[in-house]
């Protein structure tokens, strides 16, 4: 008898609120959005990390100097390519590139709040390149209630602070 008058229960509030006991509802009133001055900490922390070996290991290991870097066409493209593969692959495999686990936030789909595919992510770096160009992509987070950026937006990604 009791077990009816529990699912009983349960009927009326799944009927008063259907999305009550969906999980996106539940995850997304616990979701906090990245604070915009630890990405660009994150950003940074990364240019160091990622971005400043590849530079390196081009300039001096493949090419042999810097004059060489300099006069070549296509050392600054390989070292940007390079760096957007890694990001990628960072990204689709844990939702975060050494920066951004060092600030605690994640790189996620924006409406399942799940990691995104390796095409996806590189398809917010590239549109990444392309928003900062342009630099009004930057600037929409802060007239954004999600803090999205323009890069964000054409990727559907949210960053999210990580939960400890």
Same mark, same amino acid.
């Given at each position: 008898m009791t077990t009816i008058s529990l699912m009983s229960n349960f009927a009326r509030k799944l009927k008063k609120n259907p999305h009550s006991f969906t999980k996106n509802t539940t995850q997304?009133?616990?979701v906090v959005y990245a604070r915009y001055v630890d990405r660009i900490k994150a950003f940074i922390t990364d240019l160091f990390m990622i971005y400043t070996p590849i530079l390196y290991a081009l300039t001096y290991v493949v090419l042999g100097s810097k004059e060489a870097f300099l006069h070549s066409s296509w050392g600054? *493209? #390989?070292?940007?390519?390079?760096?957007?593969?890694?990001?990628?692959? *960072? #990204?689709?495999?844990?939702?975060?590139?050494?920066g951004k686990k060092a600030y605690k936030i994640k790189v996620v789909d924006d409406t399942t709040y799940e990691n995104i595919s390796f095409s996806r992510a590189l398809l917010r770096f590239v549109a990444f390149l392309f928003s900062a160009t342009i630099l009004i992509g930057l600037i929409l987070p802060f007239y954004n209630k999600r803090k999205k950026a323009l890069h964000d937006m054409i990727a559907k990604t949210v960053e999210i602070e990580e939960k400890e």
């Open positions: 997304n009133s616990s600054p *493209f #390989l070292a940007v390519a390079l760096y957007g593969i890694i990001y990628a692959l *960072f #990204l689709s495999k844990t939702g975060q590139t050494p």
